[in-house]
């Protein structure tokens, strides 16, 4: 993925695609058919949208929950290539280095597989190969049997430093948050540091209000996963910088108080975007639907952007979130009608802006 930033963005253009097919984006009522459906029938249903291509392409060779799965990503894949073929000038370079996101996705799902022993296919099946990293390269990730091989490969890469420095605390406390959040913290300081010290009101400016505003949610997931560990680890000493939201002293005190930290939330810049979501915040019973809906907050977040600058790259971005989410349901769903899980169960896992 070369980066092309000479000339103008072409944001007219790219933006009126985006709206397209961010339109034909499964809704509340398509969910509420999936959940009812078996993995056969979750494939037939597929095969009647804007999957068909792949559902098609992959059929011959797969079939029921697995021809769900490849046709998933393949179709992600797709999808952010199109980005990167219509985008001209800055706009390209902003979309491209945002979409390394899938680079810190993959690191992470190779380092789950190998601290979970899973199956080198069963890993395969969950990388989504867009990003920079070839695909002999994470072929050969995935090829790892030890944590510490797979930050050996990444030693040339700009999670290389990071995960090489969480690695002490992996293996004192033996849980994957440092190292997830390693690749989380260079992920972001990468893109940060690509959008400089922007002038107020340009393009480059609402990027970095949409990745402060992301990173601030990350910061708030990460805090809350880490309290929630058992692990002997400050929450401030993973912090990522770039947010608006938190300090780490504050976030460290905030982790331990859920009823406090929507409540500083609510006071902050996202409090009256988000006073829906964040009610659903502060009634949510378990980590699992914190986790959900800080997702559906970001989402909503995300479209009020994309509404208030329509000419920028805020719909773009606010369509990567809206369809990694699409493909993160329609997964969970296929995946747990597989399992036999309830209806309702099912419903708890997905998020719906």
């Not at 029938?41 to 098609?56: D, K, L, P």
């Not at 979309?95 to 395969?124: H, M, Q």
Request: glycine share 6%; aromatic share 10%; with cysteine.
């Amino acid at each position: 993925m070369s980066v092309r930033t000479e000339g103008s963005s072409n944001y007219e253009y790219v933006t009126a695609r985006v709206r397209s097919r961010k339109a034909k984006l499964f809704d509340a009522d398509d969910y509420r058919k999936l959940v009812r459906m078996g993995p056969s029938e979750i494939a037939r249903f597929m095969e009647e949208t804007e999957y068909e291509t792949e559902m098609n392409a992959l059929g011959a060779r797969h079939s029921g929950v697995d021809l769900v799965e490849y046709a998933l990503n393949r179709n992600l894949a797709k999808h952010f290539d199109d980005l990167l073929s219509w985008a001209e000038g800055p706009l390209y370079g902003y979309i491209a280095n945002y979409l390394r996101k899938f680079d810190a996705w993959n690191v992470k799902t190779v380092i789950r597989g190998v601290y979970t022993d899973a199956d080198s296919a069963d890993v395969e099946d969950d990388l989504i190969r867009t990003g920079e990293f070839s695909d002999d390269f994470l072929d050969r990730l995935v090829e790892s049997t030890r944590i510490e091989e797979v930050v050996e490969s990444l030693s040339n890469t700009i999670f290389g430093d990071p995960l090489a420095e969480a690695m002490p605390d992996f293996e004192s406390e033996g849980v994957l948050v440092p190292l997830e959040n390693a690749v989380d913290r260079a992920f972001y300081a990468h893109l940060l540091d690509d959008t400089g010290i922007p002038e107020p009101d340009s393009p480059r400016a609402l990027y970095r209000e949409f990745l402060e505003a992301e990173i601030d949610f990350r910061n708030v997931r990460n805090a809350l996963r880490l309290a929630r560990s058992g692990a002997d680890i400050d929450p401030a000493e993973y912090f990522i910088e770039g947010g608006q939201l938190f300090g780490p002293d504050e976030l460290r005190q905030l982790a331990t108080n859920v009823d406090e930290l929507v409540e500083r939330i609510r006071e902050s810049p996202y409090g009256d975007d988000l006073s829906t979501a964040l009610d659903e915040l502060a009634d949510a019973e378990s980590l699992i639907g914190f986790e959900h809906a800080l997702d559906a907050a970001l989402l909503q977040y995300s479209g009020k952007l994309s509404n208030r600058y329509p000419l920028s790259i805020c719909p773009v971005l606010s369509y990567v979130l809206a369809k990694e989410r699409e493909v993160e349901n329609v997964r969970a769903v296929a995946r747990g009608r597989e399992a036999g899980l309830s209806v309702e169960e099912i419903e708890e896992e997905l998020v719906i802006e």
